[in-house]
């Protein structure tokens, strides 16, 4: 949980922007898009109705039952940007060798996986999804003016009421929507750069987009009238180098706490013990803490994930898999430390970002975070200490000698409170010590960590 009623309005965790470059894209991410763009391709929707939405889905490892040749594919605006996300080079032309498309009805396109949680759908973010929708270009570009228009409307009102997003950031996240949703741009038997194209009222090409335009009208309208939360709406968030799975039920993972990786490293090379070690993630979420975690830690250190909520558990263990952390981290359903019973004074580490937003603050965060994230994962009671205290507690139990705790606070006079709670947990003996109050980035004093006697 994060310190939402202090971001500011350049925050980009509540506003949809994000706390890295939308450029960045990590070795696995680049890895399989490139591998995408080697083996199949695009088809050119070329010879049909400039107004055909046409369905086309990957045949993974079948034997090729179309081919064909694109004599140029141009890259839509971003296309620098958009090019490396899809593992092309830096050039806005490139020539692909088309296979393994054929066309498939929308019922045969599955964007959700089912976890084992009685069910539980993980929906696949936007920029992961095949690129199945082939459309004309100047439809596209005729919603895009449309959305910015939306966009443009709001002004101030939402940064004015609450510290929300303003046009400007709005139009920002809109551009952020069409690269992840955007493919490329095709023109058959013609050279000219797509950027000439755009104000072409006549055009004839046609782009691949990876959600119809039906679907980024219904999503931007959400955004903009709902104040539903960027991440949401495009089915991830980038967090450090990560690139995460996030949905409805799942709270977004702040830029302030990307933090907490560096103070637990800075622990590890205190103490290199530690990263052989177990460590828990207590209130997980999307698993951005456990999984950045687990990439500092050689084997055969590992680590627990934990959170009550089976829709988190369900979106962390899909991260989880998709940087292959699958043997380094369990993601675990359960209450704090009820499920780390048979851990206690083994732990290396405990790191945690728990609901601490005292509850009568609830209704004046921003929209998008009072609105729509988990109110279990905001909520921490009348002081917002609650979950503090049993984290404190359950700590003093479960960590080992020299065992590293690291918490996140709503700062300020909270993060005393917990640094004074764990001074005087000293019946019958001491039980911490290296107490201390770290401030973020902002300046403002976040984190509390200490050092298990």
Known sequence: M???????????????????????????LFQRRSQICQDIGFISAIGISPVMDLQVKYLWGLT????????????????????????????RERTFRVS?????????????HASSLKDIKVVTPICERPAVHITCLEDLLQWVRKAQQLAASVEQQFYDTDGGPDSSDLLRELDWLLDDSLAACCQKGRD???FSQLNNQTTSAHVLLRISIEELENQWVQ???ERRPFQYIVGCAHWRDLVLSVQEGVLIPRPETEQMIDLAEAAIMGNPSLAVGLWADLGTGSGAIAIALARLLPSPGSV????????????????????????????????????????????????????????????ALQAEVGKHEPRTALDGGQDGMKDLRQICHGSARALRAGGFLALETNGGTQAEAVADLLRNMNSPVTCF????????????CRFVTAIHC
């Not at 090729?64 to 050039?91: D, H, T, W, Y």
């Not at 010590?433 to 403002?444: E, R």
């Open 100 to 112: 393994a498309f054929i066309s498939a009805s929308a019922a045969e396109i599955n964007f959700e």
């Open 192 to 194: 000219s750069d797509a």
């Open 2 to 28: 994060a310190a939402v009623v202090s971001l500011s309005r350049l925050s980009h965790s509540t506003q949809g922007a994000l706390s890295t470059s939308r450029l960045s894209h990590h070795p696995l």
């Open 304 to 363: 627990l994930a934990v959170d009550m909520s089976e829709t988190a558990v369900a979106v962390a263990r899909r991260n989880v898999g998709h940087y292959a952390l699958t043997d380094k981290v369990n993601v675990v359903h359960g209450s704090w430390f009820l499920s780390l019973e048979d851990q206690k004074g083994s732990l290396a580490g405990v790191i945690s970002n728990p609901p601490y937003i005292p509850s009568a603050n609830i209704a």
């Open 223 to 225: 955004r903009v009238k």
């Open 64 to 91: 090729p039952v179309a081919s064909a040749s694109l004599e140029k594919v141009q890259m839509f605006p971003n296309m620098e940007k958009l090019s490396m996300r899809i593992g092309c080079s830096g050039s």
């Open 433 to 444: 010590q290296n107490i201390k109050i770290v401030p973020d980035f902002a300046g403002i």
